[in-house]
């Protein structure tokens, strides 16, 4: 499953940052059509939801969507054939 | 039985299942009256901690789709005025009882007045329209309370029943009726918006609890009944349809009597003073006095007066500084003359005839 | 079902403004809620006037979106009414403890069967920036320029005292701990009490050098205590810093309660 921020909802204010344990977050750099600057992705793979939810089959972690004051993360599945990266990490 | 107690009897009858209420004179014996006889009835009583929570807690639990009521009197009134505007907004069908007794402020707690009868149509801010009863006799306090749920289910608006404290301590006899027509709300239909209305400006009622998802807010409201405070035109569709709602209908509501419609001195009388006109009517019938007692006071019923083709002064005996005289004289060229008396004791016939001679 | 269902998705995005602790705290109540299986159909929102109380407005369920301060005696009727509605209320600091102060009380007192979720954020964030009975002292408002002088409402300590079946308090960056315990609260007869301690920085943040959203979530995470480890500490002698406040739940009993469904 991969991580998406809602850009009609997310307000930018980067709580989602502040509270991932993984740090998949990181600061945005251009404003979008509403003016707003949403965090971008850093290695999203790294998120347990991402990797793990289909396995154990409910929401692992679930900070950054809990925090968000605006509901504006889900997490969707894959197109057909897109590519995923996992990274194994000890 | 006294008075009081017949009006938490026609509650009852009229289907009463809810009452929140806060302990003040005049209007105690209501409270405990149904202190007494809900539970067997299997309804709720709560003595809440004070008027504004007890008419809080009264449209809270008419949300859930039953009909509550409240009793207090002029102190306790004031404060509910503000949950009283709210109930008028949401369009949430209550029975606000007012034992008047004498004020302002703590006044008389023992002795009668009329003094709120302005208040009750204009107590709250801003633009609204209400109901108001006002009942003469034991019957009457039991007849009008089960009219005002009547009222207050079909039009889904707060309606209130102004006693005073002589009709509300004093006991008559009166004849309980073996069974009450008992008007349910109109149902709101599934799918529909829940504040739209149709000609009668009353919408369908979304009871909590059966899935509607209804957003109800005192904030200004447009048909779903989403906030919509920064709209102006759905601000102004709203409020005209609440005052509408209830002026439009003021004929069909309408509720009053009129003895002697030939006459050429009318006394226009609505509550404790209606007991002494009819002792003056009765003293001199062949005076040809007429006799207009208003058991509906607002929305007022300005047509009662057209009963009257001949009249040439409407008298207005009221316990209280003249307030629906005011009224009344909005309404129409003929002169009135208020015969107002504050202090608490009624007025006696004789005062009355001095105020017929008066206006010859 | 997930919490996401509950939402009013065709009024979103909220009013709320840019990183209100608001719209966690709401997430994590439809959280609680979905995870007991309750119905939305069974179940009521009331809330009374401030940026707390907009919250049942995005949510899908029956609500009653009350006066100032009048939502707890708005809920004790609907409860009493028909008790197999489920009824939850969401509050803010001003609301509950400044004007709505007596019903608070008393509600407390009946053990009412209802979950209070009470946002308080120090401040009447939707009027401006007022002081209120929670803002802390020294701190700028725009009724206290100079500083509050007044004391600070402890709301927790307050319900415990009147009676209260279940009280705990979390802040709005304990997102875990916090559904945790409305959930407790949902779960237990009577009445129970939800403090969050949740951020505004445009209101109050702005005017007392926590500018940015992240610094009040810091500053939250920095100085909360929990309960026990605040008990211990203090049994054994060792000082606490002043400008640290508990977290926890700080009773759960089993008085009884009004408006119970049989």
Redesign the interface.
């Given at each position: 499953m991969k991580l998406v921020i809602d850009s009609?909802?997310c307000?930018?204010?980067?709580?989602c940052m502040?509270?991932c344990p993984y740090r998949i977050f990181k600061e945005g750099k251009e404003q979008n059509e509403r003016g707003i600057i949403l965090p971008e992705l850093d290695r999203p793979e790294r998120c347990p939801n991402c990797r793990l939810q289909k396995l154990y089959g409910r929401?692992l972690c679930g900070?950054c969507?809990?925090?968000?004051?605006?509901?504006?993360i889900?997490w969707e599945n894959e197109k057909e054939n897109e590519p995923q990266k996992v990274v194994i990490e000890f | 039985m006294q008075g009081n107690t017949a009006c938490a009897e026609g509650a009852l009858a009229a289907g009463c299942?809810?009452f929140?209420g806060y302990p003040i004179t005049p209007s105690t014996e209501v409270a405990e009256h149904m202190a007494l006889k809900l539970p067997k009835a299997k309804g709720?009583f709560?003595q809440?901690?004070?008027e504004?929570?007890?008419i809080?807690?009264?449209?809270?639990?008419?949300?859930?789709?039953?009909r509550?009521m409240t009793a207090t009197s002029g102190p306790g009134f004031s404060l509910m005025m503000?949950?009283i505007g709210?109930a008028a907004m949401t369009e949430t069908p209550c029975v606000i009882v007012n034992i008047q007794r004498g004020g302002p402020s703590t006044g008389q707690p023992t002795l009668a007045a009329q003094g709120d009868m302005l208040q009750c149509r204009f107590g709250s801010h801003g633009d609204y329209s209400i109901i108001a009863l006002s009942p003469a006799s034991v019957q009457e306090m039991f007849e009008l309370t089960v009219k005002a749920f009547q009222l207050s289910e079909k039009y889904r608006v707060p309606v209130f029943l102004m006693g005073d404290e002589i009709i509300g301590h004093m006991r008559e006899r009166l004849t309980i009726p073996d069974s009450v027509e008992v008007i349910p709300r109109k149902k709101l239909e599934t799918g529909s918006l829940p504040f739209k209305a149709g000609d009668d400006d009353i919408p369908g009622f979304?009871t909590?609890?059966?899935?509607?998802?209804?957003?109800?807010?005192?904030?200004t409201h447009d048909e779903r009944g989403?906030?919509a405070a920064t709209n102006p035109p759905a601000h102004e569709r709203l409020v005209t349809r609440l005052v509408r709602k209830v002026e439009s209908a003021r004929k069909e509501m309408a509720d009053y009597r009129v003895t002697n419609p030939d006459a050429e001195q009318v006394f226009i009388s609505y509550g404790a003073p209606t007991r002494t006109v009819h002792q003056v009517l009765h003293d001199r019938p062949k005076d040809g006095i007429g006799h207009l007692q208003l058991r509906v006071v607002w929305p007022f019923p300005e047509f009662s007066l057209a009963e009257f083709p001949d009249a040439k002064a409407f008298l207005v005996p009221e316990m209280n500084l003249g307030q629906i005289s005011r009224e009344i004289e909005r309404h129409t060229d003929v002169p009135v003359l208020p015969v107002p008396k504050i202090g608490g004791d009624l007025h006696t016939p004789a005062e009355l005839g001095k105020a017929l001679e008066g206006s010859r | 079902m997930?919490f996401?269902d509950w939402?009013?998705v065709d009024?979103?995005?909220?009013i709320?403004?840019?990183?209100?602790?608001?719209?966690?705290v709401i997430?994590?109540t439809l959280?609680a809620v979905d995870s007991l299986g309750w119905k939305?159909?069974?179940t009521?929102f009331?809330s009374g006037i401030g940026c707390s109380s907009?919250a049942?407005?995005y949510i899908?369920?029956?609500?009653?979106?009350?006066?100032h301060g009048?939502p707890l005696?708005?809920?004790?009727?609907?409860k009493?009414?028909?008790p197999?509605?489920h009824v939850v209320v969401f509050t803010g600091d001003g609301d509950l403890a400044a004007i709505g102060g007596?019903?608070f009380?008393?509600a407390c007192r009946r053990n009412v069967d209802m979950t209070v979720i009470c946002m308080n954020n120090w401040i009447y964030g939707m009027t401006g920036g007022q002081g209120s009975p929670t803002t802390p002292r020294g701190a700028l408002t725009t009724t206290t320029p100079y500083g509050s002088g007044e004391g600070v409402f402890d709301l927790a300590a307050l319900a415990v005292a009147a009676g209260a079946n279940h009280v705990a308090r979390w802040t709005?960056?304990h997102?875990?701990e916090l559904?945790r315990a409305i959930q407790t609260g949902l779960e237990t007869p009577g009445f129970s009490l939800v403090e969050v301690l949740t951020q505004c920085p445009t209101a109050y943040g702005r005017r007392n050098k926590l500018r940015e959203?992240?610094d009040t979530?810091?500053y939250l995470k920095d100085h909360a205590i929990l309960l026990q480890k605040y008990n211990r500490l203090t049994a054994e002698g060792k000082p606490v810093p002043e400008d640290m406040f508990t977290v926890g739940e700080f009773v759960r009993r089993n008085r009884p309660a009004m408006g119970v469904p049989p």
């Open positions: 009609d909802r307000k930018g204010c980067n709580l502040l509270v929401t900070l969507q809990m925090i968000c004051p605006d509901q504006a889900r | 299942r809810f929140a709720v709560v809440m901690e004070d504004i929570a007890s809080a807690a009264v449209v809270g639990a008419a949300w859930t789709g039953a509550a503000e949950n709210y979304p909590f609890g059966e899935g509607y998802g209804v957003h109800v807010t005192g904030l989403y906030p | 997930s996401r939402y009013r009024r979103l995005p909220t709320y403004c840019v990183g209100c602790g608001n719209g966690t997430n994590c959280h939305w159909e069974d009521v009331v907009r049942p407005g899908k369920t029956d609500s009653l979106h009350t006066t009048r005696a708005f809920a004790t009727g609907i009493l009414a028909k197999g509605l007596n019903h009380i008393h709005s960056y997102v875990k559904t959203v992240s979530v810091e």
